[in-house]
């Protein structure tokens, strides 16, 4: 299981390398509680479309970023670029716009953004992924690459932020971790990249939906703190 969740803090690792240091910091502005507790994130994929509820009162710069970059198109036409089943499914990096499947994961928008480190990890649970603590010891997280917890991931609780929680769609989600099963994708096994297969077609803020549906339902408990 640490191999896996090395997955997660190698996610911008080999960029910051190379740049020889971190990026600096972001501070976003949050968005008003009231108007941000009305707002949900439906992804739309060539598998499907899900739905993210949000978590401003929580994580408030973290939302504030997410809410900025779906506004202005971001993660339209990036991919889920890591796939792997019973873990995670991440997404959110710029890099896999190009045709290199082998540099998804070092990317983002060019800063981080603090931590704000207070919810679980629920199956179904939205989180950022961020650099490792030996040179990120704040656990500032990466300005755009988020996952998906596929099940309850207790190991990761208290290491970071967790900004959302997926509320419908999860047939999408089932749809997505499947492609990490076919053999004519680049990247394979627990670092599995299914390239245009797993492609965000659409990111758009909708207004907050009123209740939760059976898909919701199999997505897990919402956290408590």
């Known amino acids: 299981m640490r191999a896996l969740t090395n997955l997660l803090l190698l996610a911008t690792l080999a960029g910051a390398e190379r740049a020889g240091a971190s990026p600096a910091p972001a501070t976003p502005s949050a968005p008003p509680a009231t108007a941000a507790a009305r707002q949900d994130v439906v992804i739309e994929t060539t598998q499907g479309s899900f739905t993210i509820r949000l978590y401003p009162a929580d994580a408030p710069q973290t939302v504030a970023n997410f809410v900025k970059l779906v506004s202005q198109g971001f993660y ?33 928008p060019g800063y981080t953004v603090p931590a704000e480190i207070k919810r679980t ?27 998906i917890a ?29 492609l990490a099963a076919r053999t004519d994708i680049a990247r394979v096994g ?14 758009r803020l909708v207004p907050r939906s009123k209740g939760t549906t059976g898909a919701a339902a199999a997505a897990g408990t919402e956290a408590k703190h």
């Open 150 to 178: 596929l099940g309850d991931l207790a190991q990761l609780d208290g290491a970071y932020t967790v900004f959302g929680k997926v509320i419908s769609g999860w047939d999408t989600i089932d749809r997505l971790v499947a």
């Open 190 to 203: 627990n670092n599995a990249n299914p390239g245009r297969l797993a492609l965000i077609r659409h990111a």
């Open 121 to 147: 990890h629920v199956k179904g649970a939205v989180a950022m992924a961020r650099q490792p603590d030996v040179v990120n010891p704040t656990r500032a997280s990466n300005g755009s690459q988020f996952y």
């Open 76 to 108: 339209d036409s990036l991919t889920f670029h890591r796939v792997v089943p019973g873990f995670v499914i991440q997404g959110g990096d710029p890099n896999s716009r190009d045709e290199n499947p082998f540099n998804d994961g070092q990317g983002g």
